[in-house]
């Protein structure tokens, strides 16, 4: 009996503990994050450079001067001179020629057509990165845990893009219409944004590991994460307000500022019936909404930095300081922009600078959201 309890305690004494390796649970279920982030980082750049193409297209008129859409074949331009004739025989049969670019000659038809043709390129392009990418990660299965389905509804998101720019381009073909439909533009813009910001988040998150996320949101500023989603709601508004200026060159009116016309209101904003469509193709008032959404963006963007100037975290507050900044710079550009009648140049740099902005905006919400560990010192 002596030996059998002894043989108790020896047991007990010799049994080796199992300890879980550090960082196991977060290990098991990483994938390839750094080449994934750095796929994802290919097609964010890819697609800024498409939003900044497709703003030249609008602003070169370039948009209706491919009047069908052919996924795949559609892929090869003109080759010949013959093919290049009769691209031009069906860009001349719809109104845009007929009312506004009758005797246009064949040089002057292929400039326009080498806008629309890159642009619609540079879209398969991305849905060609993104496939690869997405089926090669999931071939050699190195997708991070959780990380399939958000990747394959960005894909998702590329195609959906890709049939609205076609119901966009659709609308200017028909009779009567010069450029394409305004809000549709600002549907097809509006949804290039959203791809723009969910790749920025999804790039941030993959760039820190899944347990290190699930710390800093111990440390979130709830208030100033709300406070963020409010920001980038009302730039997302601003956005489709410039899509709409954009779409029926509402830009290239009203030269004076801070007044329109001489006065605060543009004259004769509600002539068109019914009522609806003044808000979607009136140039006045169209430029007034997106100049008015303007004012109160930057006055909530203000009151926003302040908030975060009290931050305790050094990183998150000098994220607001370079979003608030960089939205001082854009109002000065819009308002630039306003005063020469949007010429090209500075029309596609005002562009340029919301898409900096977009991306400013999320950057500072994610760090409100998720903000990095820092020494007492402040330093991170």
Not at 168 to 179: F, H, P, Q, R, W
Not at 342 to 347: D, G, Q, R
Request: glycine residues 12%; positive net charge.
């Amino acid at each position: 009996m002596a030996t059998k309890n002894r043989s108790i305690f020896e047991e007990v004494g010799t049994t080796q503990k199992q300890v879980a390796a550090p960082g196991g649970i977060d290990r098991g279920g990483q994938g390839a994050r750094g080449p994934i982030r750095i796929w994802l980082g290919i097609i964010f750049a890819l697609v800024g450079v498409m939003i900044l193409v497709g703003g030249l297209t609008r602003l070169t008129d370039s948009g209706l001067s491919i009047t069908e859409w052919a996924p795949i074949t559609g892929a090869k331009p003109p080759a010949s001179e013959a093919e290049w004739a009769i691209a031009f025989e069906k860009y001349k049969a719809i109104p845009e020629y007929q009312l506004q670019n009758k005797g246009m000659s064949l040089a002057e038809f292929k400039g326009i057509f080498w806008w629309e043709w890159g642009h619609r390129q540079l879209g398969r392009v991305i849905g060609l990165v993104w496939a690869v990418g997405f089926f090669g990660f999931l071939a050699l299965r190195k997708m991070p845990s959780g990380w399939s389905g958000k990747l394959l509804g960005l894909g998702a998101l590329g195609g959906l893009q890709g049939a609205i720019g076609w119901w966009m381009v659709s609308s200017g073909l028909k009779e009567g219409m010069l450029d394409v439909a305004s809000y549709r533009l600002a549907t097809h813009l509006g949804l290039a944004f959203v791809i723009f910001g969910v790749i920025t988040w999804y790039i941030m998150r993959l760039s820190r590991r899944e347990v290190d996320l699930l710390q800093a949101r111990r440390l979130a500023d709830a208030r100033l994460s709300k406070l963020g989603t409010w920001l980038i709601g009302l730039a997302f508004l601003q956005i489709i307000l410039g899509a709409l200026v954009a779409g029926i060159d509402a830009g290239r009116h009203y030269p004076d500022w801070p007044l329109m016309a001489g006065g605060f209101f543009p004259p004769q904003p509600f002539d068109l019936v019914p009522l609806w469509r003044n808000f979607f193709e009136d140039p006045g008032l169209v430029q007034f909404m997106h100049r008015m959404a303007g004012y109160v963006l930057f006055a909530f963007g203000l009151y926003v930095w302040s908030r975060a100037r009290k931050s305790a975290n050094v990183r998150t507050k000098f994220a607001f300081s370079a979003m608030m900044a960089m939205m001082f710079i854009q109002v000065v550009i819009g308002i630039v922009t306003v005063i020469y009648s949007a010429p090209v140049n500075i029309a596609i740099v005002h562009q340029l600078g919301a898409v900096v902005l977009w991306v400013l905006v999320i950057r500072a919400r994610f760090l409100a959201a998720y903000p990095h560990p820092q020494s007492v010192r402040g330093k991170a």
